[in-house]
């Protein structure tokens, strides 16, 4: 049986946050989710339940700047990604969850989690990250081109040029394209969904932007890594074809520094005939079942 709550919740600094939370009466544990960039909660109700319906209770919300329910103009900006961290173990210790506790992170959300588990390290016992990526030259670069901007404009500026500019790299091994968000999924479906949804593909803020590269700088990092929990199980997974991740070569390198940091439990599964949004792929179903098969073994 589940039950579902679709609420808001009032945070310490009076900001509303959108959340759902699908119980089962016979919970083994909680899955804490934690969605993209320019995207939001209901794009994972499915899968919610997919993991609902294996017993656990499942929490998401939708990060500052992000959901259904806020303006065009509000959408795309939060203050760092320290804050969003600081939001989701605000949400989640809003309740009271037993058994084992999961952390889920996709793409920025993955970012997200990556630093969650370093402030809090005793929290979680697994940790599932979507479409990660590892600090390299091509953020580097990029955070060299959103520094000086951030000198004349205000963080919460959203500068189209810059927005098309990573969606252009991030299509550049993709011909001939449909549309500009081909990149996410091979999934003609999912992409075209995406792309007509109007919570979803929206610019994202100069300091947003520059938040989510300082992030994953700060999380690729050896020094900040070693304060994880070294026994937190880890399951690592993207799509080869993922031009954020760096066609898997991100993916690798952050299961390889996880594992010379001491944490010997990381697992790390790449998909063929698959790009960043390995969860809406064709198949989807396969990538959920060896999930389950991980939560369950492993």
Not at 98 to 126: C, W
Not at 256 to 273: A, S, T
């Amino acid at each position: 049986m589940m039950e579902i709550t679709n609420k808001f919740i009032t945070l310490k600094d009076n900001t509303r946050i959108a959340f759902k939370l699908y119980r089962h009466e016979e919970s083994k544990g909680v899955i804490q989710m934690l969605h993209g960039m320019a995207e939001h909660m209901e794009r994972y109700d499915a899968v919610c339940r997919y993991f609902c319906d294996m017993g656990y209770d499942v929490l998401i919300h939708d990060h500052r700047g992000h959901g259904k329910h806020i303006e065009a103009s509000e959408q795309g900006h939060f203050p760092s990604i320290d804050t969003l961290v600081e939001d989701a173990y605000e949400i989640f210790e809003t309740f009271d969850f037993k058994g084992e506790f999961i952390l889920f992170g996709h793409s920025m959300g993955s970012i997200v989690a990556r630093k969650y588990v370093i402030r809090y390290p005793g929290l979680f016992d697994r940790l599932i990250l979507s479409g990660t990526s590892f600090y390299n030259k091509k953020f580097e670069a990029a955070s060299l081109l959103l520094k000086p901007l951030l000198k004349i404009h205000p963080p919460y500026k959203k500068l189209d040029f810059v927005n098309k500019l990573t969606l252009s790299d991030f299509n550049r091994k993709f011909r001939p394209l449909r549309t500009e968000s081909d990149w996410i999924s091979l999934n003609e479906d999912n992409v075209d969904a995406f792309v007509s949804d109007p919570a979803a593909g929206f610019n994202m803020s100069i300091g947003a932007l520059n938040s989510i590269n300082e992030s994953l700088k700060f999380t690729s990092s050896k020094k900040n890594v070693k304060r994880m929990n070294k026994s937190l199980k880890i399951l690592l997974i993207a799509g080869q074809d993922d031009p954020f991740s760096n066609f898997g070569k991100g993916v690798e390198k952050t299961g390889q520094l996880y594992k010379r940091c001491g944490i010997k439990h990381v697992f790390i599964q790449l998909y063929e005939n698959s790009r960043h949004e390995v969860l809406f792929e064709k198949n989807q179903k396969e990538v959920l079942q060896n999930i389950r098969k991980w939560l369950k073994n492993e």
